[in-house]
Structures are given as structure tokens and as C-alpha cells.
């Protein structure tokens, strides 16, 4: 098994190709749908948001998985096979679980702790375990991230900054113009217009709502106090408002110096959409834009204190890692407990054959001082080879077991650990570091590639 992640971010690319391989969820399902199908890949997320499009990977060659990604990437994107590797970074096994735990926790944003990327990834693993493309290995990855994204937002002080890309585009304009008592129009119902408009009615602006699906507009405006705006008047209340922020992810633009017209326009838009919503000639009007574009220019000028942030999501990188390493030992161990029992049972059936006046209660003893005979045999090689294979020691234990024990062709393939048999359960719930050991899935230690 391979973990594999392909990411086409704001760092790697420019807004305009991230806008073409920008997608909507009923898109990425189709791409995770397209992948899985494909061969040698058995499990698939495909995220995208504001400033990423990013796919993963659960497959079993790394290159055939590689390549089942690269094609429609760079199809989307406009781009040959050849030109991708300039617009996208691609990671495995180790990198790759590193990416993800600092993209979750908001290290990887072009706004540095923004924690509407919870919620992106939440809904986009849940889209996934809905359609069954993901699996064991992505379940585990990305509910193990979201722990560690919640922690780093409860935790450090990146978190406690409530950061967003709203709050940094009020930050580039702070000075500019007063939200308190701000007529606001918000366009879009999603989860960043509805983030968008609660913080500007907490910060004292009259928000309005506009949107595609007027009932959905409704209850969003219905939460701020403010009104509901149908889509077929929006050029008149765009005039109408000082403050107008965008987010609809639609494919063309929808405000414009066209449609503003000679009449009134906004002092301020806020076009926080991939694709972008606004046209950037809405400037020749005197309007203030503030965009991704912009934003990604002012990006680093705060100083923010991440070290914290980084340092744990480190600590949990190590602690996932060594725990998958530790996982990928239990079909091993199963399998020796197996053939432990199945050495006894043999004698036993012997001794039965050979002592057939034995009655059942020296039957039971003899059975009985068997197994502890076994279990204390096993028992040290079994929790060693945990404890070993939960370090950095490149050396696969789980294979000397096999080795030693004859084993192969033994092993137990495990998804859950309720599919271990009753005498091997012990074998799965031992502890690595006083942890029990989820559901084993190998991820072993490699770097960032290039596509």
C-alpha cells in the first residue's frame, strides 16, 4: 500500500490555473469515482477549495496511482501531462501524511491558522465515505487530521487568532472604511458566505443575502436580520451597498464594470471565490477590490507565532507514523497466535488418540498447562515485535517473525479489529506507548517526489 497525495495549491500555481482545476463537489465525487476505478487504486479523496485542489490516494503502485491523477489534473488545468509537475507537488507515505496534518491544521492556508479548512475537509471526507471511494487507509488519515486540526485550533495561539480569509481582507482594508453601520451584501449561501456574514453582522453591519437558490438566501439572511436578495436583481442591490462580499464558486463573473454601469457602485468588494466572481476592471469604477490575488501578495506580512502549531502537528506525524508501523505487524501477529493454538490442538488430538481412558478433567489440565506453555512462547516475540516496529529502525520485523515462525502465507488480512478471531483479539488490542492500536494499514517513510 502507497499513500499518495497530489496537491495544486496557491505556493505551486497561479490563481488563474488554480481557477481552471478549481472544482465543485458533485465534480470532485465524479474524480474520485474516475480514480478508484482505476487500476491499482483502491481508495481516493479529492478536496477543493479556495486556494487547492488536492487528490489522495490509497493505491498499491505508486506510479500507476500517479498517473490515474495526473491525466485529469492536467486536463483541467489546460496543461500537458509533461508541464503538471510545474504546477503541483506530489508526496508519499510519510510526506504525504505530514502534508495533510499541516494542511488541516491550517499551516498550509494562504491564510496562515484559517480554520474554515476543518469544515472543507470534513465535508469532503464525508462525501467520500458516503460514496465509498475512501477506506480504512484515508478514513484513518483524515480523522486522525481533524483531531489534530482541532487541536492546533484550540491549542496554539494560531487557533485562538480566529483567523479567516474574511478577517485577513478586513485586515488589508482596516483604515479604509468602518464596518460598524456598513451596508453589507452577501453573495453565495455556502460555509464561507455564512462566515462571512455573521462576522460582519457581529462587527455591527446590516447584512443582506443573495444567492442562486432563493431559499437557502433566505435562511441565511434570516440569521443576520438582514434580507433576502433574488440572483435576477443583483446588479441593483450590488449598487445599492458599501460593502459587497462574493463567494459562489460560479464559473464566470458576475459582477463587473459592465454590470455596474454608470449608475452608483460599491466603495468596497470582497471576491473571496475560485473562480474568481469579480472582474478586476470593477477598479476603473473607484471600487476598492480586494481578492485571492491580493491577498496572496500580502501573504507573510503578519507574524504570526506558528512554531507551536508546527511542533505539535510534528509530535503527531510521529505518533501516527509509528503507530501505522506498529499496525502492520498485527496480521503477523495473528497468524503466529493462530499457529501457536493450532501446535496445540494437534497434541491434544494426539494425546487423545494415544490415552483414549484420559477423563475430561485431565484432559482440561493438560489442555489448559499447553496453552500457558505457548502463550508464555510467544508472548515476547509477539510484544517486541510492536515495540520495534513502532520506532524509526528500518528493519521489518514483522518479515523476521515470518521468517523465523515459517509463516508465510498465514497472515490475516485485517480492515477492523472485530474481523480478529476470539483467541487472536488480544493480539490486535495491545498497546504501542499505551495506545491501542487501530485497524493496521503500513505507511512506510518516504519524501516529496516530483510529479
Known amino acids: 500500500m502507497t499513500l499518495l497525495a497530489v496537491s495544486i495549491n496557491h505556493r505551486t500555481a497561479d490563481l488563474d490555473l488554480l ?68 504546477a503541483c507537488r506530489v508526496y508519499y507515505d510519510e510526506a504525504a501524511v505530514k502534508h495533510c496534518f499541516g494542511l488541516v491544521a491550517g499551516l498550509d492556508s494562504l491564510v496562515v491558522g484559517e480554520n474554515q479548512i476543518l469544515g472543507q475537509v470534513r465535508e469532503a471526507l464525508s462525501s467520500a465515505q458516503e460514496d465509498r471511494t475512501s477506506g480504512p487507509a484515508i478514513n484513518q488519515l483524515f480523522q486522525t487530521a481533524l483531531r489534530v486540526g482541532k487541536r492546533v485550533q484550540s491549542e496554539t495561539s494560531i487557533g485562538a487568532a480566529g483567523r479567516s480569509v474574511l478577517s485577513a481582507a478586513l485586515h488589508q482594508l482596516d483604515g479604509e472604511f468602518e464596518v460598524a453601520g456598513a451596508s453589507c451584501l452577501v453573495v453565495g449561501a455556502g460555509a464561507m458566505a455564512g462566515l462571512a456574514a455573521r462576522t460582519l453582522a457581529t462587527q455591527g453591519a446590516t447584512v443582506n443575502c443573495a444567492n442562486r437558490t432563493l431559499a437557502k438566501a433566505e435562511r441565511l439572511a ?103 508501523r506498529a499496525q502492520a505487524v498485527t496480521p503477523t501477529v495473528v497468524a503466529l497466535r493462530q499457529m501457536a493454538s493450532g501446535v496445540v490442538e494437534s497434541e491434544m488430538k494426539r494425546l487423545r488418540r494415544r490415552l483414549p481412558q484420559l477423563d475430561d478433567a485431565a484432559e482440561a489440565q493438560i489442555h489448559n498447562a499447553l496453552n500457558r506453555v505457548a502463550e508464555k512462547l510467544i508472548h515476547s516475540p509477539t510484544v517486541r515485535v510492536r515495540e520495534f516496529s513502532g520506532g524509526d529502525d528500518p528493519v521489518d520485523y514483522a518479515a523476521v517473525l515470518r521468517t523465523l515462525f515459517a509463516l508465510e502465507g498465514r497472515e490475516i488480512a485485517l480492515s477492523d479489529p472485530e474481523d480478529c478471531p476470539p483467541e487472536a483479539q488480544r493480539a490486535v488490542s495491545e498497546k504501542v506507548d499505551g495506545v491501542p492500536t487501530p485497524a493496521p494499514t503500513l505507511i512506510a517513510v518516504q519524501e516529496e517526489v516530483t510529479a
Do not use: W
Request: net charge negative; charged share 25%; glycine share 8%.
Open 19 to 86: 481557477a481552471r482545476t478549481s472544482m465543485d463537489q458533485e465534480t470532485s465525487r465524479r474524480l474520485a469515482h474516475q480514480l478508484v476505478g482505476a487500476a491499482h487504486v483502491k481508495e481516493a479523496l479529492v478536496l477543493s477549495t479556495c486556494n487547492r485542489t488536492e487528490v489522495y490516494l490509497d493505491t498499491d503502485r505508486f506510479h500507476a496511482g500517479l498517473e490515474a491523477v495526473a491525466q485529469p489534473l492536467a486536463q483541467r488545468a489546460g496543461v500537458t501531462r509533461e508541464e503538471l509537475p510545474e
Open 222 to 324: 434570516a440569521e443576520v436580520g438582514g434580507r433576502a436578495i433574488a440572483m435576477d436583481e443583483l446588479d441593483a442591490a450590488v449598487a445599492e451597498h458599501d460593502v459587497v462580499v462574493t463567494c459562489t464558486g460560479a464559473s464566470g463573473s458576475l459582477i463587473s464594470a459592465q454590470t455596474l454601469g454608470d449608475g452608483p457602485a460599491p466603495s468596497v468588494v470582497i471576491d473571496l471565490a475560485m473562480p474568481p466572481d469579480v472582474n478586476e476592471d470593477v477598479t476603473s469604477r473607484g471600487v476598492r477590490l480586494v481578492n485571492l490575488a491580493s491577498l496572496k501578495e500580502g501573504e507573510g506580512q503578519d507574524e504570526l507565532d506558528v512554531e507551536a502549531a508546527r511542533s505539535l502537528v510534528g509530535f503527531e506525524v510521529t505518533a501516527f507514523l509509528a503507530k501505522q
